[in-house]
């Protein structure tokens, strides 16, 4: 009785233990990767991820945009930030790994939320040159992972958690070198939004999400760069466009003899791609084709600081009837 006792509590470990690692499996599985166009990497996300620009003050005259891609999932806030090297008269703080380190380091000291940034080893991989850290930003722990190439510079960040979380250890470990990403359908970003890359049914919902540790997952870890920006203002853009599509002149509004100058207000990318449009002004029966074409066309990528940046702008179509 006492054998088939312990064989029976054998028997449910191994059914416990296989379940726990199907479910590890099935955890590990959901994360999919972004690949931002413009930049040379790839790095997994938990759950559904989104852009926002933020600016980051780097010394005590000047601050630099940047597009910030994050998740919020299980209680944790997961960020990735990409800088290109710049030449040290275009912005010395993206010139070299050591005036990027002091920039970042400087970018959470003088942060209302950070208690504490603490250096807690050197890291190094064929490639990469790098740091990590532990902050505090407010009551919230995290790590930080400054890393170095020939060509660019990164931030790795996990608020919420530190490296002994295994999904902190899986985001960071994640992160992954290639070619530059110039093809903006495979990149999983969208305007507004970072969309995984992979099938739409691996997608982890936050919402249903219970956190393994921590605060709830209603109480999101704080931004680690929370002074906002946004998009430049570019004005008329007609003149920088690489390519402007033209409007099909509508042949009920040429029947109508309908003319005049339609606005269309476009959002364009770090590539050039304009990825959002709206008509502002001009004759209804125009709009819907002025919005069609300024959607086709392609820019000049505008970079500040030596940074790609987003541009909000105007182009302009000038319809005349005959």
Do not use: C
């Not at 030449?87 to 050591?98: C, H, L």
């Not at 991989?125 to 660019?152: D, H, W």
């Not at 109480?219 to 906002?228: F, S």
């Amino acid at each position: 009785m006492i054998r088939k006792f312990f064989k029976l509590i054998l028997v449910i470990a191994i059914v416990v233990a296989a379940g726990t690692a199907k479910t590890t499996v099935a955890q590990t599985e959901s994360w999919q990767k972004i690949a931002p166009v413009g930049h040379s990497f790839t790095i997994l996300m938990p759950a559904r991820a989104t852009w926002a620009f933020r600016r980051i003050p780097v010394n005590d005259k000047d601050s630099i945009p940047v597009t910030v891609y994050y998740s919020l999932a299980g209680g944790k806030r997961y960020v990735v930030a990409a800088f290109l090297k710049t030449s040290p008269d275009t912005a010395r703080v993206f010139s070299s790994y050591e005036d990027f380190i002091e920039a970042m380091e400087y970018s959470f000291k003088n942060n209302d939320t950070a208690e504490s940034l603490t250096l807690e080893r050197d890291l190094s991989q064929e490639g990469i040159t790098g740091k990590q850290y532990r902050l505090k930003l407010g009551t919230y722990f995290g790590v930080a992972r400054f890393l170095g190439t020939k060509n660019a510079l990164y931030a790795l960040l996990v608020i919420g958690a530190e490296e002994s979380d295994s999904d902190a250890a899986h985001f960071l470990s994640s992160f992954e070198l290639g070619e530059v990403n110039t093809d903006a359908a495979a990149s999983g970003v969208s305007a507004g939004v970072v969309t995984m890359v992979g099938s739409p049914s691996n997608a982890v919902d936050s919402s249903k999400m219970t956190p393994s540790s921590g605060p709830s997952i209603d109480t999101h870890p704080p931004e680690p760069w929370p002074l906002r920006g946004g998009p430049i203002m570019g004005g008329v853009l007609n003149g920088r466009a690489i390519s402007l599509a033209l409007p099909k002149y509508p042949a009920e509004a040429r029947k109508a003899h309908d003319s005049g100058q339609v606005r269309v207000q476009v959002l364009i990318d770090e590539q050039g791609v304009v990825i959002s449009a709206k008509a502002i002004e001009g004759p209804d029966s125009l709009r819907e084709v002025a919005v069609s074409a300024a959607l086709q066309s392609r820019f000049t990528p505008t970079r500040l600081m030596g940074q790609p940046v987003k541009v909000n702008g105007v182009i302009i179509y000038n319809f005349v009837a005959r």
